[in-house]
């Protein structure tokens, strides 16, 4: 038992393993998906110390994403860690990393049709209004041939509402952990919708989500901010408008169901 005892405490000190990464200008991310903002590149046969491992996007078939002791994420498909599974600990798990173990609340069914309504359905990879290739309702691929997603393409709808629902629990995650206010479903669907169609880098480092954590009045803040969300290439696009003013629309639709901050 005691030998048992040491190893144990022994692994628990041994410092994160370095792998190597297998692509070229590999991206590592604010966050464990292809909408966070890029906070380094790495170049091929670089190596990088793995502190923990997450869920995120799925790339070619592995979701798992590394934490590197840059603090950022990049795709475990990209580093060779000789496994497809976990090679360390979870982070939010005992052993490092960061996140916290509380569920983030679900989107009710006005946020998912709001959302659907204006994405719309394409079976097959097109390229949005701001350049970036993307299939389903909305969902932005990592590369042009959308490789990155694991339904056959072109979609049928049921798959493409399965790749919905998959993308919307990142976005309710990093609103969950960003957002400290007090908000109730709606509004919570606002920002989730939001951070849907932006990114959730650009949400974390927005105006918007500092005024809500600085206490300011939910609605107001939303009414203000939402609206200047409508650019896309320098441009003013009539589609963001609409897609802000629904989502104002839905925030300020009262509810007595509580979303955030959440209670573990």
Same mark, same amino acid.
């Given at each position: 038992?005691?030998?048992?005892?040491?190893?144990?405490?022994?692994?628990?000190?041994?410092?994160?393993?370095?792998?190597?990464?297998?692509?070229?200008?590999?991206?590592?991310?604010?966050?464990?998906?292809?909408?966070?903002?890029?906070?380094?590149?790495?170049?091929?046969?670089?190596?990088?110390?793995?502190?923990?491992?997450?869920?995120?996007?799925?790339?070619?078939?592995?979701?798992?994403?590394?934490?590197?002791?840059?603090?950022?994420?990049?795709? !475990?498909?990209?580093?060779?860690?000789?496994?497809?599974?976990? @090679?360390?600990?979870?982070?939010?798990?005992?052993?490092?990393?960061?996140?916290?173990?509380?569920?983030?609340?679900?989107?009710?069914?006005?946020?998912?049709?709001?959302?659907?309504?204006?994405?719309?359905?394409?079976?097959?990879?097109?390229?949005?209004?701001?350049?970036?290739?993307?299939?389903?309702?909305?969902?932005?691929?990592?590369?042009?041939?959308?490789?990155? @997603?694991?339904?056959?393409?072109?979609?049928?709808?049921?798959?493409?509402?399965?790749?919905?629902?998959?993308?919307?629990?990142?976005?309710?995650?990093?609103?969950?952990?960003?957002?400290?206010?007090?908000?109730?479903?709606?509004?919570?669907?606002?920002?989730?919708?939001?951070?849907?169609?932006?990114?959730?880098?650009?949400?974390?480092?927005?105006?918007?989500?500092?005024?809500?954590?600085?206490?300011?009045?939910?609605?107001?803040?939303?009414?203000?901010?939402?609206?200047?969300?409508?650019?896309?290439?320098?441009?003013?696009?009539?589609?963001?408008?609409?897609?802000?003013?629904?989502?104002?629309?839905?925030?300020?639709?009262?509810?007595? !169901?509580?979303?955030?901050?959440?209670?573990?």
């Amino acid at each position: 038992m005691q030998l048992t005892t040491l190893a144990v405490l022994a692994a628990a000190l041994v410092p994160a393993l370095a792998y190597p990464i297998t692509g070229d200008d590999v991206n590592c991310r604010s966050g464990p998906g292809t909408n966070y903002a890029v906070k380094k590149t790495y170049k091929k046969g670089t190596d990088v110390k793995v502190t923990c491992q997450t869920e995120g996007t799925n790339i070619n078939g592995n979701s798992i994403w590394d934490k590197t002791s840059d603090g950022c994420y990049v795709s !475990d498909y990209y580093v060779k860690t000789g496994s497809n599974g976990y @090679v360390t600990t979870k982070c939010g798990s005992s052993g490092g990393g960061s996140g916290g173990s509380c569920s983030p609340p679900k989107s009710n069914q006005a946020t998912v049709d709001l959302i659907a309504e204006f994405e719309g359905f394409r079976a097959n990879v097109y390229t949005d209004a701001t350049g970036h290739p993307t299939v389903g309702y909305g969902h932005l691929c990592s590369n042009s041939k959308c490789s990155d @997603v694991k339904y056959p393409i072109p979609l049928s709808s049921a798959n493409g509402k399965k790749l919905l629902a998959d993308d919307m629990k990142r976005f309710e995650k990093c609103i969950s952990q960003m957002v400290k206010a007090t908000v109730n479903l709606n509004q919570y669907g606002a920002l989730v919708s939001w951070s849907f169609n932006m990114g959730c880098g650009a949400a974390q480092s927005s105006t918007l989500v500092k005024r809500l954590n600085n206490g300011e009045n939910v609605n107001k803040v939303l009414s203000e901010e939402l609206p200047k969300w409508v650019h896309g290439n320098g441009k003013v696009l009539p589609g963001l408008v609409r897609r802000r003013n629904a989502e104002i629309a839905l925030a300020k639709k009262a509810t007595d !169901d509580k979303a955030l901050p959440v209670k573990c």
